[in-house]
């Protein structure tokens, strides 16, 4: 069995000098990642590894959210979730390592909506994730290489708003 918990980043800032991939999460963005850290175990289990964007907004959720949680290893970034595909991403699960078996990625959308869409079942309304939401997903497979479209089941989709 392996766990992915998609988590798209906090409210960020609408401008930063460095551009996009710069900006910074807001008050509420941190207390919105510090919300659905602190309630990852609830759902899930504490995650095995953190994978995040590169972006700084995404960088510093999984920063406040592996606290929350008590993750003490290191977060891994990956830059190719940054502004990915729905192929981009599904490559990343495809590689992530055989011992995780709970997985927190943390990222953007449309990506990660279109990633929960792609490899959960179809059970009705596409899923929606606004600042700081959390997809938990669930596949009966081994490896991350097994995971393909629908081949998962959406647990459940999460906001800081409703997680609590």
Do not use: C
Not at 49 to 75: D, H, K, P, Q
Not at 133 to 143: I, R, T, W, Y
Request: no cysteine.
């Amino acid at each position: 069995m392996k766990t992915l918990f998609l988590l798209r980043h906090g409210k960020a800032e609408a401008h930063a000098p460095g551009g996009d991939v710069e900006r910074d999460l807001t008050e509420r963005g941190e207390a919105g990642a510090r919300t659905v850290g602190a309630n990852l175990t609830a759902l899930g289990g504490r995650p095995d590894l953190i994978v995040s964007s590169g972006a700084r907004r995404a960088r510093r959720t999984a920063e406040i959210a592996a606290s929350a949680a008590g993750y003490t290893e290191e977060i891994v970034i990956a830059s190719s979730i940054y502004d990915a595909t729905v192929g981009t991403l599904l490559l990343v699960v495809n590689t992530l390592p055989a011992n995780a078996s709970r997985v927190l990625m943390v990222g953007h959308n449309p990506g990660f909506e279109e990633l929960a869409d792609l490899l959960a079942v179809p059970e009705g309304a596409a899923a929606h994730m606004p600042t700081a939401a959390l997809a938990h997903l669930e596949f009966d497979v081994k490896e991350w290489l097994d995971v393909i479209p629908a081949g998962g089941r959406l647990v459940g989709i999460y906001s800081a708003q409703n997680i609590a």
